[in-house]
């Protein structure tokens, strides 16, 4: 795995485990790789996937359970999506809104392009949402 | 724990490489000790396994003292050198001869490592090229089960596979009893393997922390123009911009740089010990 500049190796290791829980790799309440199979799997320092686990497991994105070993949460689909919204807002928006500053586009604009980008790639998921 | 107790060291009495060292390394922990080429970094690790002795000053490993060279602490060790030797046997007798001295020996997990790292089981040991030799001694170094692991520049002589999976067994074999401690300046192949940082350039320790404290008191990023009213340890001029390295005042979480980072404290050192006092 190549890891990105920028962002710590262990928030990119937590984003890993965040993804195959959207995937539906790894499923709400099914136990996960141990701290040594992902150490061993990304070649990383198994202290680097602690440090990811006992982040997520604050977020109460993944559960310990003594002695089995660690667990996505039963609702760690919906914990997941609500931390990258926070992070999206903290740190992706605000770059975008500068932008859109600094170009002068206008906010009613975005909203219709907004909306038709829906309707172009997410159609079948309309009724969902 | 290994602890240094004012250790002074010098290949002659006149002109001392390290004075009055004193730092303690703990268990549990992937250490990479980072220093330019005769920075000390062999001297060191030859002083811990007992093969070089302290002019001064005492080292204790696990409260043995590696001089007094007793079996009882020569089989909880194990050294890889930078260029190995290895005698003319097969696997099989160097196995039969060698492994009754480490007690923790895994025979089981030998074999696997060697097959894991791709060396032929065959032949005579001094007829293998150096890599496949170097494969060799990891191996058998690892399924020694010692408490400590000291490898001076393990991935020296290795093909990019053999780097990948000599990752991969670190990170199988590491537990928080056993500390694994190893030289490098191939900085790049062992970047997110380790977890504490020692920095060591003409016989002086110019840094000794966790990967932690590091990324919380400074921040890596490229920008366009360096920062003004902040500690900059580093800058390198890049294609997007500028790389620096900058103390952290934003509490930003960025990904360490250890080229960057060994660059600015071997340039800066007065900076890094103000930032990352020592003892």
Known sequence: MDFREKQAIYLQIAEYVCDQILLKHWQCGNKILSIRDLAVMMEVNPNTVQRAYDFLQQR?????????????????????VSFRKEQFIENELPLFFRN???????????SVRYKSFINQNFKDNKDEK | MIQFNNLSFGYSRKRLLYKNLTLSIENGSIYGLLGKNGAGKSTLLKNMVGTLFPLEGTISINGKEPKSRKPSFLQTIYYIAEDVFVPPVTIKQYERLFAPFYPLFNKESFYKYLLELEVSIDGKLNKLSFGQQKKFVIAFALACNTE????????????????????????????????????????RDLENMIDKVMIVDDGNLLLHSSITTIAEKLCFKTVTSPPIGVKVLYTEKMLRGTSVVIENINGEDSALNLEHLFNGVTENPAMAKQLFPLN
Not at chain 1, 100 to 110: A, G, Q
Not at chain 2, 148 to 176: H, W, Y
Request: hydrophobic share 45%.
């Open chain 2, 148 to 187: 400590v692991l000291l490898m001076d520049e393990p991935t020296n002589g290795l093909d990019i596979p053999s780097k990948a999976q000599f990752r991969k067994l670190i990170a199988s074999v590491m537990n928080e009893d056993r500390i694994i401690f190893m030289s490098t300046h191939q900085i």
């Open chain 1, 100 to 110: 859109i500053y600094l170009l002068n586009v206008p906010i009613e604009d975005i």
């Open chain 1, 60 to 80: 109460e994105i993944i559960t310990n359970k003594r002695g089995i070993g660690y667990f996505a949460d039963d609702d760690a689909v919906n914990r997941v």
